[in-house]
Nanobody
Framework: QVQLVESGGGLVQAGGSLRLSCTAS????????MGWFRQAPGKERSFVATISWNGANTYYADFVKGRFTISRDNAKNTVYLQMNSLKPEDTAVYYC?????????????????WGQGTQVTVSS
């Protein structure tokens, strides 16, 4: 089992930036895709971004394309989500999760380990 811990959330004004980190312990994730999801108040959790095991491929939800960037450092067992041009509608709890081996996925069922989440609040 792998344990995932997110950090980097907080309160930011619209137009600002945040960088989320997700560090893994226990079993490594170097062969797994990693993903970020978010859950806004009163809404279901939704896909944000995913990155392949080697960082070569990334995919984003339409609502974050051009603003968010996912990256990873397997040597540090860490995946990142750089969030720029934040909007109030980006307010949510952000979760990282471990995805499938050697392929990427955007559906939650393909992810088997989840962090506890980190709150991102964007004020207008």
């Amino acid at each position: 089992q792998v344990q995932l811990v997110e950090s980097g959330g907080g309160l930011v004004q619209a137009g600002g930036s945040l960088r989320l980190s997700c560090t893994a312990s226990g079993r490594t994730f170097s062969m797994n895709a990693m993903g970020w999801f978010r859950q806004a108040p009163g809404k279901e959790r939704s896909f944000v971004a995913t990155i392949s095991w080697n960082g070569a491929n990334t995919y984003y939800a339409d609502f974050v394309k051009g603003r968010f960037t996912i990256s990873r450092d397997n040597a540090k067992n860490t995946v990142y989500l750089q969030m720029n041009s934040l909007k109030p509608e980006d307010t949510a709890v952000y979760y990282c999760a471990r995805g499938p081996i050697l392929r990427t996925a955007a559906d939650e069922l393909s992810y088997d380990s989840w962090g506890q989440g980190t709150q991102v609040t964007v004020s207008s």
